[in-house]
């Protein structure tokens, strides 16, 4: 069993930068693929970024390509999505995932394991 304990969420302004961070409990050093996913009032949970667990690939939704980075430290068990040049549209509910995902890294069924998620609001 994995837990998953998400941080760095909060309230910044439209095109301002924010760090999540995602701990889990237990080694995860080349073993599991970790993903995060986000969820807004009213739609349904999507993928936003992940990245393997030797950390050699990683991969995003389109939608945040170019303004989020996202790394890991195996040592701490960690992994930083580094978000920039925020909008309003990436208000959500983000969600930590781990699994060992293969080819479904953008799905949730690529992951068994999950967060209780950060609240991220970009507003004015």
């Known amino acids: 069993q994995v837990q998953l304990v998400e941080s760095g969420g909060g309230l910044v302004q439209p095109g301002g930068s924010l760090t999540l961070s995602c701990t889990a409990s237990?080694?995860?050093?080349?073993?599991?693929?970790m993903g995060w996913f986000r969820q807004a009032p009213g739609k349904e949970r999507e993928f936003v970024a992940a990245?393997?667990?030797?950390?050699?690939?990683?991969y995003y939704a389109d939608s945040v390509k170019g303004r989020f980075t996202i790394s890991r430290d195996n040592a701490k068990n960690t992994v930083f999505p580094q978000m920039r040049s925020l909008k309003p549209e990436d208000t959500a509910l983000y969600y930590c995932?781990?699994?060992?995902?293969?080819?479904?890294?953008?799905?949730?069924?690529?992951?068994?394991?999950w967060g209780q998620g950060t609240q991220v609001t970009v507003s004015s």
């Open positions: 990245i393997t667990g030797s950390g050699g690939s990683r």
């Open positions: 995932e781990a699994g060992y995902a293969g080819r479904y890294v953008y799905s949730q069924s690529g992951y068994d394991y």
């Open positions: 237990r080694r995860t050093l080349g073993t599991y693929a």
